[in-house]
C-alpha cells in the first residue's frame, strides 16, 4: 500500500534520498516512518515525522546523518540518506499510520515492500 523508491548501491560517505509514495487503495496516511532491516537482523525504526512535518525523531545510528522530511501537496515522504556506511546496507521500509499521534517507532497501520540500499566499502 506504500511504494517506495531509490535504493541502489552507493559507495561508503555516499548519499542516497529514498521516497515513498501511498498507492491508490491507501486511506488518509498522518505519522510516516522509515525502517530498516539487515540479514539476520530484526526491523528496526530509523526516523519518523509527524503529518505537519514540523517534528521527527531518529534513530542515534543516524542522527546528524539522515533527514526525514515530506511534501504533502505530493502526498510523498523522504528519507535523505548522507554519509552512508556499511552497515547502513539494508531493505529500507516506508510506513504510514492512519491516525494522529502516538511515538513515532511504532504503531504503523500501512506497509511498503521495500527498497533494497548497499553500501560498499
Known amino acids: 500500500q506504500l511504494v517506495e523508491s531509490g535504493g541502489g548501491l552507493v559507495q561508503a560517505g555516499g548519499s542516497r534520498r529514498l521516497s515513498c509514495v501511498p498507492s491508490?487503495?491507501?486511506?488518509?496516511?498522518?505519522?510516516m516512518g522509515w525502517f530498516r532491516q539487515a540479514p539476520g537482523k530484526e526491523r528496526e525504526f530509523v526516523a519518523g515525522?509527524?503529518?505537519?512535518?514540523?517534528?521527527?525523531d531518529y534513530a542515534d545510528s543516524v542522527k546528524g546523518r539522515f533527514t526525514i522530511s515530506r511534501d504533502n501537496a505530493k502526498n510523498t515522504v523522504y528519507l535523505q540518506m548522507n554519509s552512508l556506511k556499511p552497515e547502513d546496507t539494508a531493505v529500507y521500509y516506508c510506513?504510514?499510520?492512519?491516525?494522529?499521534?502516538?511515538?513515532?517507532?511504532?504503531?504503523?497501520?500501512?506497509w511498503g515492500q521495500g527498497t533494497q540500499v548497499t553500501v560498499s566499502s
Open positions: 510506513a504510514a499510520k492512519a491516525y494522529v499521534g502516538g511515538p513515532y517507532n511504532s504503531g504503523y497501520d500501512y
Open positions: 491508490g487503495r491507501t486511506g488518509s496516511t498522518y505519522g
Open positions: 515525522i509527524n503529518w505537519s512535518g514540523d517534528r521527527t
